[in-house]
Structure formats: C-alpha cells, structure tokens
C-alpha cells in the first residue's frame, strides 16, 4: 500500500512539474514567431510620426478621466479597473510597444 501511494505521488509530481512546461514552450515559439515578421519602413515611419503621439495625446486625456472619475470609482471600488482602462493601457501601447507593431497582443511589448 505505501509503495502505490509512493508511485501515485511520483507521478503526480511529475505530471505537476512537466505538463505546464509545455502551454510555456508554445507561447514562447509563437512569441519569437511574431517577432521574426518585421514591420516595413513607412509603417516603422507612421507608428513615429502619427501613432506614438497620439497614444501620448490619449494617455494625457485618460489621466484626466481618471481623475474626473476618481470619486465615483472609489465610491464604486473600481478605480483599479478604471486606472487600467484609462492611464495602462494607452501608456503600454504608447510606451512598452515594439515600433511599427500594429497588435496589441502579448508579442508586441518589449520585455
């Protein structure tokens, strides 16, 4: 009895420290995938010229959403979600964005 509860263990940290390599494995090929496609010039030139300040012109109006809404979302307790939505996001995509990446799927950020 003990040595079959010993396998069952065995196997079950096996099964623990193995399986989720795999999920790991194939988001990192599907990451450097994406990365390998390279964006051409003109679009590298409108994401700098057109897109980058209009993610700063977004990110600036969202400070001041946030802070027109801020007592609202307390009172609510959604400011976190609220923070995210008006300030991260358009900051991330602005800021964090790998340049002329038009997605905003995980590939995109810089590490």
């Known amino acids: 009895m003990r040595r ?3 396998i069952i ?3 079950g940290l096996t099964a623990v420290l193995v399986l989720p390599a795999r999920p790991v494995k194939a988001q990192e ?3 450097f995938e994406r990365l390998e496609e390279r964006p051409s ?3 590298m030139m409108v994401d700098t010229l057109a897109f980058r300040p209009a993610g700063l012109v977004t990110t600036i109006g969202g ?3 946030f802070a027109g809404t801020l007592p609202i979302t307390l009172a609510t307790g959604t400011s976190g979600c609220a923070m995210e939505a008006f300030i991260e996001r358009p900051a991330r ?3 964090q964005r790998r340049l002329g ?3 905003y799927g995980r ?3 810089l590490p």
């Open 9 to 11: 263990l065995a196997v």
């Open 29 to 31: 090929r599907r990451y």
């Open 63 to 65: 400070v001041g959403l």
């Open 41 to 43: 010039a003109a679009w």
């Open 107 to 109: 590939s995109f950020w």
């Open 4 to 6: 079959l509860v010993g």
């Open 101 to 103: 990446r038009r997605g």
């Open 93 to 95: 995509w602005t800021f």
